[in-house]
Nanobody, 125 residues
Framework: QVQLVESGGGLVQPGGSLRLSCAAS????????IGWFRQAPGKEREVVSCISSVDGSTYYAGSAKGRFTISRDNVQNTMYLQMNSLTPVDTAIYYC??????????????????WGQGTQVTVSS
């Protein structure tokens, strides 16, 4: 059974950092396209970052460039999203996702069939 479980969300002050984790089970994450998405209240789910193919092609949304880093640990079968310099605009529920590669370079949400349950990130003073 394919399963993704996120952790690492929480409340952080503006300018702070968080690292989200997404543990995979039932499949080998190394062979999959992976992505992080977020959904703020009243807004559509949007891609934050993804690795779209086995060659490691990486995409970052404009809002994430220079601040967020996607990675994965093949031994732990876990993917990560390191988020730095957080602002209140980053407040959202963050989701991880995976699907057999390749997916389109900009990783539209509909390209992914396996999703985690989401973890809340709140940036506030």
């Amino acid at each position: 059974q394919v399963q993704l479980v996120e952790s690492g969300g929480g409340l952080v002050q503006p300018g702070g950092s968080l690292r989200l984790s997404c543990a995979a089970s039932g499949f080998t994450l190394d062979y999959y396209a992976i992505g992080w998405f977020r959904q703020a209240p009243g807004k559509e789910r949007e891609v934050v970052s993804c690795i779209s193919s086995v060659d490691g092609s990486t995409y970052y949304a404009g809002s994430a460039k220079g601040r967020f880093t996607i990675s994965r640990d093949n031994v732990q079968n876990t993917m990560y999203l390191q988020m730095n310099s957080l602002t209140p605009v980053d407040t959202a529920i963050y989701y991880c996702a995976a699907d057999p590669p390749p997916v389109p370079t900009m990783c539209p949400a509909h390209s992914f069939r396996s999703w985690g349950q989401g973890t809340q990130v709140t940036v506030s003073s």
